[in-house]
């Protein structure tokens, strides 16, 4: 298993990673089924364009199992979306992106980093939390 940059080749992966991770997490935290529509190539693309050492895959035996995007901007970093394939998900990829995000900010000097979440998921809340992150109230 590795953590590499995402390739233009792996976007369709991406593609399908992502609509079935978000699906599955709306399921488990509302108890109903959702089709969301698909993240376009362009918004894949965006990223290669403007941080693409921030754009990164978690591979597993030549399988993309897992996405992380960042942008850093100065002494800003941004971090997601972090999607994790079903099926792979309570093995601590989820961390491990986290981990390699904060590398990454820190090799581009950022002083602080940023996201957003939905403060009613408890999965990404958790993780976010034991990453080091702190809730801010706006």
Request: glycine share 8%.
């Amino acid at each position: 298993m590795r953590i590499r940059p995402l390739q233009p080749d792996d976007i369709p992966t991406l593609q399908t990673l992502d609509k079935d991770a978000f699906e599955d997490l709306f399921a488990q935290l509302t108890g109903r089924h959702a089709t969301l529509g698909i993240r376009e190539a362009e918004y894949y693309e965006h990223w290669l364009r403007t941080d693409p050492q921030g754009a990164m895959v978690v591979e597993d035996r030549g399988e993309i199992i897992a996405e992380l995007m960042c942008h850093a901007r100065g002494a800003a970093g941004w971090i997601g979306p972090l999607a994790v394939k079903p099926n792979c998900q309570s093995r601590g990829l989820g961390k491990q992106l986290m981990d390699a995000a904060f590398d990454y900010f820190d090799r581009k000097g950022c002083r602080w980093v940023g996201l957003d979440t939905y403060p009613q998921n408890p999965v990404s809340v958790s993780l976010y939390l034991k990453s080091g992150m702190r809730i801010l109230q706006t």
